[in-house]
């Protein structure tokens, strides 16, 4: 007896079906929509001094320890980057001299990193467990321990690296920057911004927080204005010189959007933030994956044709 | 069938078998150092690289190493090729041991391993989720394989008495051994359905990293990519192992049946390319390829592999002997291995400040996993009805 290549090519072909048709998926998930609830945080570059007192707010309130970027010498909290003791921090670009802030040739540039509060998160997406959720109407992406199997596919779908994971412990956790939940339902706001004494972090509603960003993109530069400081509406305020902008607002429609906003002087991708379309890689993935399996049907008529053609060769066989 | 299949017999303590053992014993004694003081006292991966080999190496790539129960029965059950049913046991042996090591890696790789059950329990389980689906698909695949096997298992237990050790020798199986056959077909249509998934899967779990994984291997064909690769990698491993066993125990090579097996390959390998270069040069990506870089370089590698095993395969007259038909398998084999490591973690760059290269310890863990699916294909061999009787080649 010959294998006919053609027979085996139509049953390759046959559960291939099962794959092929994400090629043009015909049912795309729709895209994600901000809440009219959301709630977040809009951190300007231009106004940020790079004090820290952001980094060292988030620490206290989440009672975080210490994390040394020198082991040798760990007498300071000096974090390199966001990592599994450390949800908030400052983040410098500095490019030649770095005289003249926020300017991209020899100047200096300060950046804030943090958890995005993504619209539609891969990580939320990524869970097999969901450990990570998005909170439906204030947008908040908490973490659930009791559910979390430590895969780390959140890590490897997040766009911005934000859930860090306990490497060096027994009984580790992801961790990642919760919008300050606990203080949140004590009607306090994120220690980040009710201790940042610029402004350049302010916390409020995102749709509030856009409206604020496309105004400040209005301003003439050198022109004095009114910035708000710690949150949106509230009594603190600042007067300050307008200095010049890159006229997008980051996150606006950044990966599908966030609820972190960010205005700068310097391009973003000099600050170090991704260049994401504006499509989620989480709607992409869920796109190709529903398509497939979509109700279980294609699986189902798959197993049935199996079934059928299995149980009637196995006959033959005997 | 029964009839087919002889136990070896033969030493078990061979000395590659004591070695393996001991590369085992290294590799446990590290897997107790990392459930004691964590993952990073055993490994690299860090926050940029949250996978490495034991993802990359043990659960992807050696799934689909371990797809040869799956590419038989494709042809056997669902083709109706009845004749090459003497290969089956020994490709399904392999496929119980490379699967049921790859679910043991995944508790070696995942921290929160206590929580695993909270896959299956529905108010936590993310359908939404490509792990999900992977995770889901594997462990009941791994299931339905035991039990696949079962009947090599019990014929052994029922008929070969003399070579079994003693706890098993006063069952009473026979019955058992008939009702399974009755039910049988449902576990191979099962057997079928599930790697389609979950092989397919496990290349969709790369979507979601988007722009962290090069374009090169970044694609919505993702899914369709590994599971044809994953068949054809079913196939080779079937005549690697083949060839591989025959030389190895001094016993005559299948080679008409692995000759006609081996067809396939060809065509597989054919369309995989034809794919894999059509999607490049529609999403015009072709220029990466020709950047200087590593990424790059493992680019041409993995291609060259396939178009190696294309090469060894596609003469008829290379199909009828051992040496190019074995060659063609071995290629095969590293274009679907190297393709995955490419694709999870080669490919994959989170940003500028991060790096990977597994340690020594999360090498010897992936190696000890390794040798004890080799030293376990081996005690059973020897001692089930698994591989064919030598004079029926």
């Known amino acids: ?318 | 069938m029964s009839e087919e299949s002889r136990p070896l017999g033969g030493e078990v303590l061979t000395k590659p078998f004591k070695v393996l053992a001991g590369i085992f014993g290294f590799a446990l004694l590290l897997i107790a150092i990392r459930y004691v003081f964590g993952i990073g006292a055993v490994s690299n991966l860090n926050d940029g690289y949250p996978w490495g080999i034991w993802i990359a190496y043990d659960v992807v790539a050696g799934t689909a190493i371990a797809c040869g129960g799956y590419a038989l029965a494709l042809m056997v059950y669902v083709m109706n090729k009845g004749e090459y049913h003497a290969l089956v046991r020994p490709a399904l042996l392999a496929s119980v041991f490379g699967y049921t090591l790859a679910g043991a890696s995944i508790f070696v790789d995942i921290g929160r391993y206590w929580n695993a059950y909270k896959l299956f329990t529905p108010w936590y389980a993310n359908p939404n989720s490509i792990m999900f689906e992977v995770a889901f698909c594997v462990s009941l695949y791994i299931g339905v394989l035991w039990i696949e096997f079962m009947p090599a298992f019990l014929e052994g237990v029922s008929k070969y008495k003399e070579h079994l050790p003693e706890f098993v020798r006063n069952w009473n199986v026979e019955g058992l051994r008939k009702t399974l056959n009755k039910f049988m077909f449902v576990f191979i249509a099962v057997g079928v359905l599930l790697p389609t998934m979950h092989q397919s899967s496990l290349g969709s779990l790369m979507l979601i990293a988007g722009k962290k994984l090069s374009p090169l291997w970044q694609t919505g064909l993702l899914p369709l990519l590994f599971l044809i690769s994953a068949i054809t990698m079913g196939y080779a491993i079937v005549i690697f192992e083949g060839i591989y066993a025959a030389v190895g125990f001094k016993r005559p090579i299948e080679m008409p049946l692995l000759t006609k097996i081996s067809g396939v390959m060809p065509g597989l390998i054919g369309v995989y390319l034809a794919i894999r270069i059509i999607d490049l040069v529609v999403r015009g990506a072709v220029g990466v390829a020709f950047q200087i870089n590593i990424q790059s370089l493992m680019f041409w590698v993995e291609n060259a592999l396939y178009v190696a095993a294309l090469v060894y395969a596609a003469p008829v007259a290379n199909r009828t002997k051992p040496k190019p038909l074995f060659l063609s398998a071995f290629f095969m084999l590293m274009a679907g291995t190297v393709y995955r490591f490419n694709t999870f973690l080669v490919g994959f760059n989170p940003g500028a400040n991060w790096s990977y290269f597994p340690s020594f310890s999360e090498t010897v863990i992936t190696l000890g996993m390794i040798s004890f699916e080799i030293m376990a294909y081996l005690y059973i061999v020897k001692k089930f009805p698994v591989l064919p009787k030598a004079e029926h080649a």
Not at chain 1, 5 to 24: Q, T, W
């Open chain 1, 1 to 318: 007896m010959e294998i006919k290549r053609r027979d085996f090519l139509k049953v390759a072909a046959a559960g291939g079906l099962l794959v092929a048709s994400n090629a043009h998926p015909a049912l795309a998930r729709d895209p994600k929509t901000r809440s009219k609830d959301a709630l977040g945080f809009l951190y300007d570059s231009t106004v940020c001094t790079g004090c820290k007192a952001c980094v060292s707010a988030c620490k206290q309130y989440n009672e975080m320890p210490q994390s040394s970027s020198s082991p040798q010498d760990p007498l300071w909290d000096n974090p390199l980057d966001t990592d599994s003791k450390t949800y908030n921090i400052i983040k410098l670009y500095k490019n030649g001299t770095g005289e003249i802030k926020d300017r991209e040739q020899d100047g200096h540039a300060y950046v804030k990193r943090q958890c995005m509060h993504c619209v539609d998160p891969a990580c939320v997406s990524a869970c097999p467990v969901s450990a990570l959720t998005k909170d439906p109407k204030n947008g908040v992406v908490s973490y659930n321990k009791s559910a979390c199997i430590g895969c780390r596919y959140c890590q490897l779908a997040c766009p911005y690296n934000i859930p860090k994971f306990e490497f060096e412990k027994t009984f580790p956790q992801i961790r990642k920057c919760q919008l300050c939940s606990h203080r949140l339902e004590k009607g306090e706001i994120p220690a980040c911004a009710e201790f940042c004494p610029t402004g350049a972090t302010v916390f409020g509603k995102v749709e509030d927080l856009l409206a604020e960003a496309r105004k400040r993109l209005q301003y003439k530069p050198g022109s004095k204005q009114v910035y708000p400081v710690e949150r949106l509406n509230g009594k603190a305020v600042a007067e300050r010189e307008v200095t010049p902008y890159i006229p997008q607002v980051y996150g606006e429609k950044e990966g599908g959007g966030t609820q972190i906003l960010y205005l700068a002087g310097v391009p973003f991708d000099k600050l170090g933030m991704p260049m994401l379309g504006e499509r989620s890689d989480a709607q992409r993935s869920e796109t190709i994956q529903h398509a497939i399996y979509k109700g279980m049907v294609a699986p189902i008529i798959f197993l049935g044709g199996l079934l059928y053609v299995v149980h009637k060769n196995t006959k033959d066989h005997k």
